[in-house]
């Protein structure tokens, strides 16, 4: 039965509308309405300002939400409390008990958990490892959505345009995205297997390893507050954009980009000459950048530090910060550690001993720089 006829201008759904704009905006309606989207939330969308987005939101919904948390249990055959810790984790707002929240594709999802635990995984892992997508996703998500939306509007259009366009890109992207996403995953899960020594404590033990030795670097910007306070939002967001670049292309195994951090990156590796080069190749590439570009200055220390939830904590991450803080535009300063470490393809010349911050006993640096060939 086709649903009733909806007079949108006595509901008020077309409010604020004229010439062309009201004639996309009623055909839009039209087109939701077919699709099955109720008055009530047209209203909603028209007063939150988003109806453009609801044809994308349909495409992101699947068959649309027609199960409570409830049922989601019971259908994928998991426990109640674990789902719900699991959404949590993941980082999905917790509705109201018997709303209709979820879709098949949630279903689906919470039936995947049993793929986990016949994979050895318990449920505190299944926590750590939730947070963890969630948090990836959510930065995935973000850019996808300032990079696509610019992308796709243009200047002049109307709701309906949006509405089309965005529904259609997320209908391509979304096919994409998934087996993307997997081929990464293989690819860093198989660097890092193969960077791991499973010895003979490991197997009398039964564990991995818990905390390990490893080189760590951060590199900031220098100036960047009061770069801010001249740059509009969207070029600034091109300058800290444009470090992740940089960054990404020095991070080749066995260095690992941990994360970035605003106007900072954080480097890891288990070998201190390949996050070295690493390094000072970052610091390099920043200055190529040009005068526009703000100047890095990075600390490097080396020690025990323990792996977390795709970070790392420890001694040597809380130092290779603090030395960060004190190192002069475009230098590399290293902890003793790391000049003990390090092969002989470096220079290095003393930057003196200085108390850093949280460190408690003072800490002698020295500067890296490449050493320069000579000719034999």
């Known amino acids: 039965m086709p649903p009733m006829a909806i007079d949108f201008e006595a509901e008020g759904l077309l409010e604020g509308t004229e010439g062309a704009e009201r004639d996309a905006r009623l055909r839009l309606l039209e087109e939701l309405t077919e699709d099955g989207v109720t008055l009530d939330e047209l209203r909603q969308a028209v007063e939150d300002d988003r109806l453009a987005l609801l044809p994308l939101e349909r495409v992101l919904a699947g068959e649309g939400r027609r199960y409570t948390v409830e049922?989601?249990?019971e259908r994928a055959g998991v426990g109640l409390d674990i789902l719900r810790r699991l959404q949590q984790a993941i980082g999905l707002p917790t509705p109201e008990p018997g709303e209709r929240a979820f879709?098949?594709?949630d279903v689906e999802s919470a039936r995947r958990l049993n793929a986990f635990r016949e994979a050895?995984?318990?449920e505190e892992g299944l926590l750590e490892i939730s947070r963890v997508i969630g948090m990836a996703m959510g930065q995935i998500a973000a850019t996808t959505r300032d990079v696509a939306g610019d992308a796709i509007l243009q200047p002049g259009d109307t709701e309906l345009d949006v509405g089309r366009r965005f529904a259609a890109a997320a209908a391509n992207l979304i096919p994409t995205v998934g087996p993307t996403l997997q081929y990464a995953f293989a690819l860093h899960l198989r660097e890092l297997i193969r960077r791991e020594a499973i010895g003979r404590a490991e197997?009398?033990?039964g564990r991995l390893p818990g905390a390990v030795e490893v080189?760590?670097?951060?590199?900031d910007m220098v100036g960047f507050t009061r770069l801010g306070e001249g740059l509009p939002a969207d070029e600034l967001g091109g300058v800290t954009g444009r470090l992740s670049e940089l960054a990404g292309e020095v991070a080749q195994p066995p260095v690992r980009l941990v994360k970035l951090i605003g106007d900072a990156v954080m480097l890891v590796s288990p070998e201190t000459d390949a996050l070295?080069?690493?390094?000072l190749s970052l610091v390099e590439a920043a200055e190529g950048e040009g005068d526009e570009?703000?100047?890095l200055r990075a600390g490097v220390a080396r020690g025990t530090a323990l792996p977390r939830g795709g970070d790392w904590y420890g001694h040597p991450v809380n130092l290779a910060s603090r030395i960060t803080e004190v190192a002069r535009p475009g230098s590399v300063l290293c902890s003793p550690e790391v000049r003990d470490t390090a092969?002989?393809?470096?220079?290095?010349s003393n930057a003196g001993s200085r108390r850093l911050k949280g460190i408690r006993h003072s800490v002698g640096l020295s500067r890296a720089r490449r050493a320069e060939l000579t000719d034999s």
Do not use: K, R
């Not at 070295?276 to 390094?279: E, H, K, P, R």
């Not at 092969?343 to 290095?348: A, D, K, R, S």
């Open 276 to 279: 070295l080069d690493a390094t």
């Open 203 to 205: 197997l009398a033990t």
């Open 215 to 219: 080189t760590v670097a951060f590199a």
């Open 343 to 348: 092969g002989e393809v470096f220079e290095w």
């Open 293 to 295: 570009f703000p100047a």
């Open 71 to 73: 049922e989601v249990a």
């Open 103 to 105: 879709t098949e594709e």
């Open 120 to 122: 050895g995984i318990p």
